[in-house]
């Protein structure tokens, strides 16, 4: 026996209304993609400083990670604090003990600290492999005259096979 008219469309109404929901993948994918770059951005630990190719630094099997914190960069004849020249070599006397630019951009920068710490400010040195010891103990002596007395020289991590 057919069924009736009203019979079908329930029927048809019954399959359509309890039939399992499909999956759509195009979005499941979207989603993950998004995870998958969010994971990898949030999940580096690596500290990156500003480097130029200028500054060839030493090597070294230092284990400490790297502190963002002031940079006091030697790149050929200019001295650099946060990538603003302070002053020249040619400028610096070989009696000079400290650098009068390098001294009043800290004295300028360390105005703005609230306190100094107790230990001092830290500071960060890069300088090249080849600067001359006597210009960066130069620099490091006006660094602590500045109350910028956790001095820290900028190296590679030598690598290591093993």
């Known amino acids: 026996m057919k069924a009736s008219r009203r019979a079908r469309m329930r ?8 039939k399992a929901g499909g999956l759509n993948l195009v979005s499941l994918m979207d989603i ?9 951005v949030n999940s580096s630990d690596v500290k990156v400083m ?9 090597t070294s099997t230092a284990e400490q990670e790297a502190v963002e914190n002031l940079t006091v960069q030697v790149v050929g004849q200019s001295i650099l604090v946060q990538g603003r ?17 390098l001294s009043d951009e800290l004295a300028y920068r ?8 107790e230990q001092g400010l830290e500071i960060t040195i890069m300088a090249a492999r080849d600067t001359d ?3 960066l103990r130069r620099i490091m002596q006006t660094c602590v005259d500045e109350q910028f007395r956790q001095v820290r ?5 030598e690598v290591s096979n093993g």
């Not at 029927?11 to 309890?18: I, T, V």
């Not at 500003?50 to 030493?58: G, Y």
């Open 85 to 101: 020249e302070v002053a020249t070599l040619d400028g610096i006397e070989a009696t000079d003990t400290r650098i009068d630019g």
């Open 32 to 40: 993950f993609t998004i995870l998958v770059f969010f994971l990898m």
């Open 11 to 18: 029927k048809r109404h019954y399959r359509r209304m309890h």
């Open 133 to 135: 010891y006597r210009l």
């Open 110 to 117: 360390r105005s703005r600290w609230d306190a100094v710490p």
């Open 50 to 58: 500003q480097n130029n190719a200028d500054v060839p630094l030493p």
């Open 153 to 157: 020289l900028a190296v590679e991590a």
